[in-house]
């Protein structure tokens, strides 16, 4: 038993695994490697690790139903591997619970800082989620409470809609949110399709606390899957 | 312009009546050659003209006027309307009730004539424009298939190239990094990383040569060097190179005595065979035996095949496992993830083919497993032995 995190590489290339178990370690985690998901899902079960990465497309159960058997029995922070042009899947994925991806073919630094931000978010849960009632950007600052934000020190307006879409965003830092996940959150689930909701609110948001809402910093687009807050600390 | 008057409404009463008028006038002077049944048949053809030409209205004229002039002009008392004789009352009847009859149905029969070629027209016209439509669709439908081929090939491709390149700068990423910023990478990890991008780079260069090869035979444009080869050295090269991935597996050899020499592209068909081993390898378990036989086929074929003690293909999929970029599992096992590039057999069947060869798959001869046969012409010119060759 090592204090290492666990990481279990779920991929049907065997170099792929060779390469990830190797880099990984190199970096101090502890890695097993899977071949498909079914033996995915059985390693998760025999030996909990602290995060997933897993392939997409594979034999047996693929990556989508393994997000989705994971995510009935676990918060695991699960990344998926995919390939450009798998938009669709990715999505799915993510509407699955599956925490980020990395796209194909992959940097080991790219994977390793979406690794290290899972684990983060993973291990800071209760002071995110529930009790922190103050958030500060440097920017600006957000009191969850008292529903009051100021930017760069001037208090400013936000819309009920704006205000409870940003206090969502800054709830998951880090993560990506397809705009369905968004949409039913703060729409309900009749609004799933209505992207262009999505377009006005965050473009709004992102005037009012962006310095440059062209080039913006903290609500950052990932194209055709959704946003992600980046909280800048 | 005269055709255009004619076909108008008033034209048919007026050519109607004027045409009894002159056929009356003409009878008239022709008068002491004719006699009554004459005329009144003369008269009743005009009538079936006009009926025929501008339908029954301008007949019923024509059959009133004809009965007036046919009873003024040639029915005695002349020159009157009355009638003296009982007898030429009932023919000048009979010949109105005949002549308005004969007016009426001729009239309909050209109607009905009409709309059976206006009918006509409309269904050939109907057809036609099924016809465009459906060759429209048919044209639309190929091209939505080809492009849904196409973007499945693209699918196909991407990943191929894709995956090993996933490989390699994830590895290179990691050595990199090692480099930039020293971690607790062994001299062990760095060698793996290493194989890892030779053999990934193996990987690519494999699959792209096997596109040039495919798009080569796709265009007509496989240049085959054709010349008289010995059957025993073609199989042997291509187990030498196949001996890295046999090295597991029980290889037997069995080449009939005395096979003739074939005029064929050694390289080639010995990529063929080694193909064929590289698979059977694949798809049957560790310790198992690949068997490669080649024998003569009549007279003028050489047949050569590879077996193994796999899963074997089903019948179902043993034409379309020569299709490029199809990947079966050998049992169907769609659960399995296929392995393999899916050109080989493809480029297989091209090369055979260029040499006007068969190939195809049947059971092992114990009933399981797989056996891929092919045959290949011996050759154009007279059948030589290897004895007599080195002669």
């Known amino acids: ?233 | 312009m005269r055709r255009s008057l004619l076909d108008r409404k008033w034209a048919g009463y007026v050519v109607a009546a004027l045409s009894v008028f002159l056929l009356t006038l003409v009878l008239k002077i022709v008068g002491s050659h004719v006699n009554a049944a004459t005329v009144s048949l003369a008269l009743l053809l005009n009538v079936l003209f006009i009926a025929t030409r501008w339908g029954s209205l301008p007949a019923l004229l024509a059959s009133i006027v004809a009965m007036l002039c046919f009873n003024f002009f040639f029915l005695p008392p002349l020159g009157t309307f009355t009638i003296a004789a009982t007898d030429n009352w009932i023919a000048l009847v009979a010949f109105l009730i005949t002549a308005v009859t004969a007016g009426q149905l001729s009239a309909r029969a050209e109607r009905r004539a009409e709309e059976a070629e206006s009918g006509r027209r409309e269904i050939e016209r109907l057809y036609a424009e099924l016809r465009d439509a459906f060759e429209r669709a048919s044209h639309a439908e190929a091209l939505r298939q080809s492009e849904k081929l196409k973007s499945a090939l693209l699918d196909a491709v991407t990943h191929d190239l894709r995956t090993p390149l996933t490989s390699i700068k994830a590895s290179i990423t990691t050595l990199l990094d090692e480099v930039r910023e020293p971690v607790a990478l062994d001299a062990e990890s760095r060698v793996e990383m290493m194989e890892v991008i030779d053999e990934e780079s193996d990987r690519l260069s494999h699959f792209i040569n096997g596109l040039i090869e495919l798009a080569r035979i796709e265009a007509g444009e496989l240049q085959l060097r054709r010349r008289w080869g010995v059957v025993d050295e073609i199989i042997s090269a291509a187990l030498t190179r196949a001996r890295p991935i046999t090295q597991h597996h029980r290889v037997e050899l069995d080449v009939e005595n005395e096979l003739p020499v074939v005029r064929v592209d050694e390289r080639a068909v010995s990529e063929v065979v080694y193909t064929l081993v590289d698979n059977a390898a694949k798809y049957s378990s560790k310790g198992s035996t690949i068997r490669i036989t080649a024998r003569r086929s009549g007279d003028e074929l050489i047949e050569m095949a590879v077996e193994d003690d796999g899963q074997g293909i089903p019948h179902e999929l043993r034409e379309r496992v020569f299709d490029k970029f199809f990947r079966a599992t050998r049992d169907g096992d769609v659960s399995k993830q296929p392995t393999g590039t899916g050109m080989g057999l493809a480029i297989a069947k091209g090369i055979v083919e260029a040499h006007e060869g068969r190939i195809w798959i049947e059971s092992g001869n114990n009933g399981a497993g797989t056996r891929v046969v092919f045959t290949l012409p011996i050759g154009d010119e007279d059948v030589v032995t290897p004895s007599q060759q080195k002669q």
């Open chain 1, 1 to 233: 038993m090592t204090d290492q995190p666990r990481i279990l590489v779920v991929d049907d290339e065997p170099q792929l695994t060779r390469v990830l178990r190797t880099g990984l370690k190199s970096r101090g985690y502890d890695v097993r490697a899977a071949a498909d998901g079914l033996a995915g899902f059985e390693a998760f079960n025999d030996w909990h690790p602290d995060l997933v990465i897993t392939d997409l497309a594979m034999p047996n159960v693929d990556g989508l139903e393994l997000c989705r058997r994971l995510r009935a029995i676990s918060q695991v922070p699960i990344i998926v591997l995919s390939a450009k042009g798998e938009e669709k899947t990715k999505v799915e994925a993510l509407d699955l619970g599956a925490d980020d991806f990395v796209t194909k073919p992959f940097g080991i630094d790219e994977l390793l800082a979406r690794v290290r931000a899972s684990l983060r978010r993973a291990n800071a849960p209760a002071s995110s989620e529930t009790t922190q009632s103050i958030f500060d950007s440097g920017d600006f600052h957000v009191d969850l409470d008292s529903r009051e934000i100021t930017v760069r020190g001037k208090p400013i307006h936000l819309t009920p809609k704006e205000f409870d879409l940003l206090v969502y965003f800054i709830k998951r830092p880090g993560k990506v949110l397809t705009h369905r996940t968004l949409l039913a959150a703060l729409w309900g689930g009749n609004y799933v399709e209505q992207n262009e909701y999505l377009r006005v609110f965050v473009g709004n948001l992102r005037k009012k606390i962006e310095s440059d809402s062209a080039s913006p910093r903290y609500i950052l687009t990932e194209p055709w899957i959704g946003y992600r807050f980046d909280p800048g600390q």
